[in-house]
Nanobody, 125 residues
Framework: QVQVVESGGGSVQAGGSMRLSCSAS????????LAWFRQGPGKEREGVAS????????KYADTVKGRFTLSQDNAKMEVYLEMNRLKPEDSGLYYC??????????????????WGQGTRVTVSS
């Protein structure tokens, strides 16, 4: 059973940077799609970015494109979400999710069956 655990959340001022980590454990093979979702206050959970572990290909939501970068350390079974030029609207609970296989075309929750507990990000203006 694969599990993922997030870390690295906290508080930062607008314009600042933060890095989130997602660590995987359990029966892990190399062909996974790892993704980050977030849920702001009073909002639905939305997809932020995804990475396919085989070829490092990434996809980003338009709202974070150019500001967020997703990368992996395959040896450590970790994925990192580097967030720059943060805005107050980036605040929320950030979740790591995993799916065995290629990343879906749409970054939707329904495709992912492995979820972490979430880590909170607060961006103050």
């Amino acid at each position: 059973q694969v599990q993922v655990v997030e870390s690295g959340g906290g508080s930062v001022q607008a314009g600042g940077s933060m890095r989130l980590s997602c660590s995987a454990s359990g029966y892990w093979h190399t062909r996974y799609c790892l993704a980050w979702f977030r849920q702001g206050p009073g909002k639905e959970r939305e997809g932020v970015a995804s990475l396919y572990t085989v070829d490092d290909s990434t996809k980003y939501a338009d709202t974070v494109k150019g500001r967020f970068t997703l990368s992996q350390d395959n040896a450590k079974m970790e994925v990192y979400l580097e967030m720059n030029r943060l805005k107050p609207e980036d605040s929320g609970l950030y979740y790591c999710a995993a799916l065995a296989g290629v990343c879906p075309r749409d970054l939707a929750m329904r495709h992912f069956n492995i979820w972490g507990q979430g880590t909170r990000v607060t961006v103050s203006s």
